[in-house]
């Protein structure tokens, strides 16, 4: 891969680095901090999300009526979404091993943590949940179909694409004939640091 090309990658997972630090120090701002997969809330932040909380029958009375005409449309997506993590999930179970390529970790894209926010009510927990679910399943599935790319077909398109996955800049030059010839084992099979992961530079303080 051109040099050129490895130091964006670089740059990029500065910016990443960079953002991570950012986040981190908002945090710090809105006084809560992590531990494991709890979030914990000074006691004087709890109080005020519990003043800002709208109640529940408040929500509904409030809400437009075409809001609540769509709904349905929107719930219903559930059952697409559960069937496509059952069949991806089984898919990557059977498949992968045979092929070496590493499982995709499940609960890396699946996070849920909206639900202890106190200022929320029961209505917006759920959507929050349900936005959590979709939103995860779809980052899941991604990187399922992209480490499938990687080993079937690491190639470039010809045309720029939109929001590419983060295995593709490591594909291999459309039209290079050469490098399918002599690289695609190489290409294929090589999981390691590859996509967002950390460059191994720490921030500094």
């Given at each position: 891969?051109?040099?050129?090309?490895?130091?964006?990658?670089?740059?990029?997972?500065?910016?990443?680095?960079?953002?991570?630090?950012?986040?981190?120090?908002?945090?710090?701002?809105?006084?809560?901090?992590?531990?494991?997969r709890?979030?914990?809330?000074?006691?004087?932040i709890?109080?005020?999300?519990?003043?800002?909380?709208?109640?529940?029958?408040?929500?509904?009375?409030?809400?437009?009526?075409?809001?609540?005409?769509?709904?349905?449309f929107?719930?219903?997506?559930?059952?697409?979404f559960?069937?496509l993590?059952?069949?991806?999930?089984?898919?990557?179970?059977?498949?992968?091993?045979?092929?070496?390529?590493?499982?995709?970790?499940?609960?890396?894209?699946?996070?849920?943590?909206?639900?202890?926010?106190?200022?929320?009510?029961?209505?917006?927990?759920?959507?929050?949940?349900?936005?959590?679910?979709g939103?995860?399943?779809?980052?899941?599935?991604?990187e399922?179909?992209?480490?499938?790319?990687?080993y079937?077909c690491?190639i470039?398109?010809?045309?720029?694409?939109?929001?590419?996955?983060s295995?593709?800049?490591?594909?291999?030059?459309?039209?290079?004939?050469?490098?399918?010839?002599?690289?695609?084992?190489?290409?294929?099979?090589?999981f390691?640091?590859?996509?967002?992961?950390?460059?191994?530079?720490t921030?500094?303080?």
């Amino acid at each position: 891969m051109n040099r050129q090309i490895n130091e964006l990658i670089d740059k990029i997972r500065d910016l990443e680095d960079e953002l991570e630090y950012q986040l981190t120090q908002r945090r710090d701002e809105l006084r809560f901090e992590l531990i494991g997969r709890k979030v914990r809330f000074e006691q004087e932040i709890l109080e005020r999300h519990r003043q800002l909380k709208t109640s529940l029958t408040r929500y509904v009375v409030e809400a437009r009526p075409l809001v609540i005409l769509t709904a349905p449309f929107i719930y219903i997506l559930i059952i697409p979404f559960v069937l496509l993590d059952l069949l991806v999930s089984l898919y990557q179970f059977i498949c992968f091993p045979i092929y070496g390529i590493p499982k995709v970790r499940r609960r890396e894209h699946m996070v849920f943590d909206r639900h202890q926010l106190g200022y929320l009510n029961t209505v917006e927990k759920f959507n929050c949940f349900y936005c959590s679910y979709g939103n995860g399943l779809i980052s899941y599935v991604r990187e399922i179909a992209a480490r499938t790319e990687q080993y079937w077909c690491p190639i470039k398109h010809a045309r720029r694409i939109a929001g590419a996955h983060s295995r593709y800049s490591h594909f291999l030059d459309y039209g290079d004939g050469d490098a399918w010839h002599d690289k695609i084992e190489d290409v294929r099979c090589d999981f390691h640091n590859k996509g967002k992961q950390k460059s191994g530079k720490t921030k500094k303080e």
